[in-house]
């Protein structure tokens, strides 16, 4: 089965990204930062340091907002994120349970790429009641952090199946980004009248959706309803001038 989207080209496998997308962790992750930031020395985050952190690697933000304070800062950083980031709250997204149960109904592989420990990864997976799915997972430190295409290459090989034929949803520029380096379609995530959809269109995302219900209907069943991903069929909220049949 192949889809409109990509010019025919056949999907295999949607990679989900975690933070933004499945739980809403945003405000909780600033908060973690700004307490390393308090404990460490470092002035309070400004709004340029936000860019280096929603969807960054966890290298990437602590050599940001440390990286000039010295390695032993450095060290210590990694080392306060161990302890604090497993207990970090999230809450789920609306819809991302339903999102997540219908892909693994259907038997469309299904892969989580996240720059979050194994253990807070698993406390999302609990939170959608999902701990008994099929699901593959790409957690923190198993590759370079987005944006290099390494998380999303990783999740691709886990399931078998090419990078060039998965769907990646993301909510920031730096995960867009990593999946369009792997060769991935990418779908991007922002509410209505966000500044965040043009930067994702801008990034190289397909498509920007406005809800999780949205990504849902554009991944639903169409001809045949085999277990391959079938064409998108919802219209998009912001597109790139792709037709989705």
Known sequence: ??????????????????????????????????????????????????AHIVGCAVEHTVDHLFGTLGPDVVDRAHLMLADLEPALPARPVEGAAELVHDLCARGVPVALVTGASRTRLDAVVRSLGAAGQPLTAVTAGESEGKPHPGPYLLAARRLGVDATRCVVV????????????????????????????????????????????????????????SAGLPAPTATPSTTRGTSWA
């Not at 973690?32 to 709004?47: A, F, I, K, N, S």
């Not at 999946?179 to 209505?192: D, N």
């Open 170 to 225: 993301e909510d920031a520029v730096a995960g867009v980004r990593s999946a369009i380096a792997a060769g991935a379609i990418c779908l991007g995530l922002a509410p209505a009248g966000s500044p965040r959809g043009g930067a994702l269109l801008d990034a190289g995302a397909e498509a920007v959706l406005e809800t999780l219900d949205a990504v849902r209907a554009a991944l639903r069943p169409v001809g045949d309803g």
């Open 1 to 50: 089965m192949t889809s409109a989207l990509a010019g025919g080209r056949r999907l295999d496998a949607v990679l989900l990204d975690v933070d933004g997308v499945l739980v809403d962790t945003e405000e909780a992750v600033v908060e973690l930062w700004q307490v390393l930031c308090l404990r460490l020395g470092r002035p309070p985050l400004d709004d340029a340091d936000h």
